[in-house]
């Protein structure tokens, strides 16, 4: 979405809209693992104002995400909703001027892109991990069957035979 610098007024005015997430899943497909893609559009409610040459935004994201589960790899979906406070400011009056937060951004021309903005709040609002709930009990590493639907076959683990030894080592107090 492009926001025309020009048209923003200093009352404050809300809009709603929807953004491809196409490119989003393209960027994700081209890697080695994918862990997430989306389902649908994203759908974005914005707030904003101008005071100065200043812009004051709000932003809201929602979508759905659907991540393989790093320890059963089974599919799962989930809603992302993410809120971002962002100040764009004139390229030429913010030079050196840094927010570690990364509250501020600058602009230069008529146009603000907040595209890259939304793709950036999606991107930090995804878990690192995907899991598809915290009692998911994983594979079985031995048979590999999903723990989280059925019993495993598989005898107890009896450790590496090398240290077999030493399991047998009785310990006095």
């Not at 589960?69 to 030429?92: D, G, H, I, K, T």
């Not at 069957?145 to 495993?152: D, F, H, K, M, P």
């Amino acid at each position: 979405m492009q926001l025309r610098v020009r048209e923003i007024e200093e009352s404050i005015k809300n809009v709603a809209f929807e953004e491809s997430s196409t490119e989003l899943n393209e960027l994700w497909s081209r890697g080695p693992v994918v862990d997430y893609q989306l389902r649908g559009v994203i759908g974005v409610d914005l707030t904003h104002y101008r005071a100065g040459s200043d812009i004051f935004l709000k932003v809201r994201i929602h979508c759905l995400a659907v991540g393989a589960c790093a320890r059963c790899l089974e599919e799962y979906e989930f809603p992302v909703e993410v809120v971002l406070s962002r100040v764009f400011v004139p390229a030429q009056s913010a030079l050196g001027d840094e927010d570690d937060e990364g509250e501020v951004e600058h602009y230069s021309g008529e146009e603000i892109d907040l595209s890259p903005t939304i793709r950036e709040g999606i991107l930090l609002a995804l878990p690192t991990q995907p899991l598809c709930g915290s009692e998911c009990r994983g594979l079985c590493p031995q048979c590999g069957v999903n723990l989280n639907s059925a019993a495993c076959q598989c005898s107890a683990e009896q450790g590496d035979p090398r240290l077999a030894v030493l399991r047998s080592i009785k310990l006095h107090s």
